[in-house]
């Protein structure tokens, strides 16, 4: 008789043992173990894939045409378009904007004559058909289908035969096959399983949906990421309108695009210029204020970030930070009290970036120092002035990585004074005539060219 294979897997990572454990050695949570029901014919999984062994040389490659979506911001992150066949994991904080970015991305596919599949597990038509009309995504050839259970969407796929699937969310999903709840790490990695066998024997392209927990990793299993082409991550604050789209993971393409969207009350409107929608904001000549050229994969976008030192009521001076890394200004203030002496690191401090996007490169560093001095001198940094550059431990300024971006774009938009690594200003001035040239090589310099 044919037993049922069970196992136990951690709810948190996707960690699989033979037995209960009361701590997961893979992500060390604890208590997340549950029994689930491996999948029977696991192994048959693979055989889509199966072909003898074949000299590299000889294996044939048909052209990857790619599906335009005419979505730019979209196309661009998945390295120019729709591959037939692939996966791609679209993850976000709910409300971020998923479904209305899918639904939009599909209406314009159904705009251009392909007829579309939007599966749904999460609202119900009535819902669905609201915020299409919501975002004018009433097209005919835009289908919607409210329906968990995995073999009965394939049922309707081969009836429909979409020319792209959009999967809402693969949390909600569930197989037949196994008995554990829809979201169960088990569920989720079947359903992903099935719909990577899917894309791969009909060309489909299909988008999964995955939620993200509160720490930022698509909630479940972490092999959702290795089992699919490509992962989107869709960012953004609540608070603020815009929006990024990332690629992590991309087997078709660079990781290192980004889309940038604004979401509106019509749904989200593609920002074709970054740099204008994040300064549009800007007053003139303010204390504290100073314009970063920021690099968003291979994309410059300015932002300003803003700095503001107050006296400190409390024994220990405040440092509070919106958008830039908290660790990252308690060392900049530590190096700019030893390099000024002027006790800037007894008050409190503040930095905010502008429109709610968040940056973590070093880049940004002179920008921060340049933020709070201007506020701690109480003297406005010149308007037309960016300023970029790593900054060390002893206050020296080192290198960034694709300045000619940064400074071409920030020329581009009206800036005509920088301050940057020394090392890095050779050539530069051929490229950009109409912008002056500050190199430093410390922070000690800075104060002569910043105001
Ligand atoms: P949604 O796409 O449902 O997010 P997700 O699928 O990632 O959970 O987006 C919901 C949010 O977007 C909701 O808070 C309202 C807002 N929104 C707009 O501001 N404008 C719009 O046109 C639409 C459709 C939604
Ligand atoms: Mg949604």
């Given at each position: 008789m044919k037993q049922t294979k069970t196992a136990f897997f951690c709810q948190s990572c996707g960690y699989q043992s033979g037995k209960w454990l009361g701590?997961?050695?893979?992500?060390?949570?604890?208590?997340?173990f549950a029994e689930e029901k491996i999948s029977s014919d696991e192994k048959g999984a693979l055989t889509p894939f199966g072909t003898p062994p074949l000299s590299i040389h000889d294996i044939p490659i048909e052209e990857t045409e790619r599906i335009k979506t005419g979505v730019e911001e979209i196309d661009r992150v998945l390295g120019g378009g729709i591959v037939h066949g692939s996966v791609v994991l679209v993850g976000g904080e709910p409300g971020i904007g998923k479904s209305t970015l899918l639904l939009q991305v599909l209406q314009k596919l159904a705009a251009q004559g392909s007829k579309v599949l939007y599966v749904s597990g999460e609202e119900s038509a009535k819902q669905i058909r609201l915020r299409g009309q919501r975002v004018s995504a009433l097209s005919r050839n835009l289908l919607v289908l409210t329906e968990i259970s995995i073999e009965k969407i394939t049922t309707h796929l081969k009836d429909v035969q979409p020319s792209v699937l959009v999967v809402d969310?693969?949390?909600?999903t569930y197989s037949d096959?196994?008995?554990?709840?829809?979201?169960s790490v088990g569920q989720v990695r079947e359903g992903a399983q099935q719909f990577v066998l899917l894309a791969k024997k009909t060309g489909i392209p299909v988008f999964l949906v995955g939620h993200v927990t509160k720490d930022g990793?698509?909630?479940?299993?972490?092999i959702l990421e290795h089992m699919v082409d490509t992962v989107l991550y869709f960012e953004g604050d609540s608070g603020h309108p815009y929006r990024i789209i990332r690629a992590i993971k991309n087997r078709y393409g660079p990781t290192n695009e980004v889309g940038v969207f604004e979401m509106a009350h019509d749904g989200l409107r593609e920002v074709a210029n970054p740099s204008s929608f994040f300064l549009t904001e800007r007053t003139d000549e303010t204390v504290g204020s100073v314009v970063v050229p920021t690099m968003e994969g291979t994309r410059p976008i300015l932002i300003e970030i803003q700095g503001l030192v107050g006296t400190s009521g409390f024994g220990a001076p405040r440092r509070t930070t919106m958008g830039v890394d908290h660790n990252r200004i308690s060392l900049l203030v530590a190096v700019m009290d030893k390099v000024w002496?002027?006790?800037?690191?007894?008050h409190d401090i503040f930095i905010n970036v502008t429109g709610g996007i968040k940056i973590d490169e070093p880049a940004a560093d002179l920008g921060i120092v340049s933020a709070i001095i201007s506020s701690f001198m109480n003297r406005p940094i010149d308007q037309k002035t960016i300023v970029f550059g790593e900054v060390g431990l002893t206050g020296e300024i080192r290198r960034v990585s694709q300045i000619q971006e940064r400074v071409k774009e920030a020329a581009r938009m009206g800036f005509n004074r920088c301050l940057m690594p020394k090392a890095q200003a050779d050539n530069l001035s051929s490229l950009t005539p109409k912008m002056a040239l500050f190199p430093i090589n410390s922070l000690k310099e800075m104060l002569e060219y910043l105001f």
């Open positions: 701590k997961c050695p893979a992500c060390n949570e604890w208590n997340q969310s693969i949390q909600t096959t196994l008995s554990s709840a829809p979201g990793a698509i909630a479940g299993p972490k002496k002027e006790g800037i690191g007894n």
